[in-house]
Nanobody
Framework: QVQLAEAGGGLAQPGGSLRLSCATS????????MVWARRIPGKGLEWLSG????????FYADSVKGRFTISRDNAKSTMYLQMNNLKPEDTALYLC?????????????????WGEGTLVTVSS
């Protein structure tokens, strides 16, 4: 059974940082691309970043490029999202997403499992 468990959310001040993690189990993590997305009430689901199975290629939405960094540790079956220079508009539920294969993390059609999310609130 595929399980994705996000952690690391919380309250941060504007300009602050948080590091999210996604611990996984139930599948061969090293074989699959992964994605971070977020859900903002009233705005739907936003793709933020993706990483190929081997970590060689990473992709970012314009809204987070230069501020967020995606990474993964295949030995620990865990993915991370380092978030710097946080803004109030980053307030959202952050979701970890598994892809169907090793590549294509930018294509929602390749997403096949989601975690329950971790809430990030950016406020002074």
């Amino acid at each position: 059974q595929v399980q994705l468990a996000e952690a690391g959310g919380g309250l941060a001040q504007p300009g602050g940082s948080l590091r999210l993690s996604c611990a996984t189990s139930g599948f061969a993590f090293r074989m699959y691309a992964m994605v971070w997305a977020r859900r903002i009430p009233g705005k739907g689901l936003e793709w933020l970043s993706g990483i190929t199975n081997d970590g060689a290629d990473t992709f970012y939405a314009d809204s987070v490029k230069g501020r967020f960094t995606i990474s993964r540790d295949n030995a620990k079956s865990t993915m991370y999202l380092q978030m710097n220079n946080l803004k109030p508009e980053d307030t959202a539920l952050y979701l970890c997403v598994k892809c169907r294969g090793p590549t294509g993390p930018m294509n929602p059609g390749q997403w096949d499992a989601w975690g329950e999310g971790t809430l990030v609130t950016v406020s002074s």
